[in-house]
Structure formats: structure tokens, C-alpha cells
């Protein structure tokens, strides 16, 4: 295990499969996680807790993670935290829209993404 302890990330997927895996992996990997099952409070934890790191899934109820991307990337106090999209949606127009808007990086869920998240959450930790 890495010394990461101390390291908040900030972590948003409704699916509880898979939020279960990727929390696991997170908390071996010694980082603290604050999980939400959709995008409410999202926005006001980040600016309460200042993770190092969101990750968010595109499709959500209540709010999804284009429209918590927007609010953290026109706030001035958490604009520069990285954002990972963390999703299934892959279409051309999404992947482009959340770019504009400024997301950290983009990572489609396949059978490889949850060992590609680690290494990716790493290269924007500071």
C-alpha cells in the first residue's frame, strides 16, 4: 500500500456494484472515500472537504455528472480540483461537452477501467 493516507477523494456512482468495487480498491489503496449515490450534495462537499480528487459517473438520478462537473468548473473555489468522468456514456457529443466544461479526464467503464482508475487518480494527485 502507497502513503496516501489523508487523501480525499470524493466519489459519485449510483450503481452499488460498482460503487462497491471501485471504493474497495480506493480505501486498499489507503485514499479516504466520501461516497454519494447521485449528484445531490456533491458540489457542497467538495467545497467543505477539498479532495484531491472527484470522480464522478455520467448517469445519475437527481443530478448527473455533466451537471456537477459545471457547478465545480464555474466555482472558483473548487475549479482547479481534478475531475475524472467515471461512466458508460460514450457518445461523441458528451465526451466533447464535458472536456469543454473542463473534466480532468474521461474513463469508459469496461472490464479493464477499475484497474486503469488507480494510475489515473495518481497522476493528478499533487
Known amino acids: 500500500m502507497n502513503n496516501v493516507k489523508n487523501i480525499e477523494i470524493v466519489y459519485a456512482e449510483d450503481s452499488k456494484s460498482i460503487s462497491h468495487l471501485v471504493k474497495?480498491?480506493?480505501i486498499l489503496e489507503g485514499y479516504e472515500v466520501h461516497h454519494f449515490e447521485n449528484?445531490?450534495?456533491?458540489?457542497e462537499a467538495v467545497l467543505d472537504i477539498k479532495p484531491a480528487v472527484v470522480i464522478l459517473d455520467y448517469n445519475m438520478p437527481?443530478?448527473?455528472g455533466?451537471?456537477?462537473?459545471?457547478?465545480l468548473k464555474k466555482n472558483q473555489d473548487t475549479q482547479n480540483i481534478?475531475?475524472?468522468?467515471?461512466t458508460t456514456?460514450?457518445?461523441?457529443v458528451t465526451v466533447v461537452?464535458?472536456?469543454?466544461?473542463?473534466?480532468t479526464d474521461y474513463i469508459?467503464?469496461?472490464?479493464?477501467?477499475i484497474s486503469n482508475l488507480i494510475p489515473r487518480i495518481k497522476k493528478y494527485i499533487h
Do not use: Y
Request: with cysteine; net charge neutral.
Open 89 to 92: 456514456k460514450q457518445d461523441q
Open 66 to 71: 455533466m451537471a456537477v462537473l459545471e457547478e
Open 97 to 103: 461537452r464535458c472536456l469543454e466544461l473542463g473534466v
Open 82 to 86: 481534478p475531475v475524472i468522468l467515471f
Open 108 to 113: 469508459i467503464k469496461d472490464s479493464l477501467a
Open 24 to 26: 474497495s480498491k480506493l
Open 62 to 64: 437527481v443530478k448527473n
Open 39 to 43: 449528484g445531490m450534495g456533491v458540489f
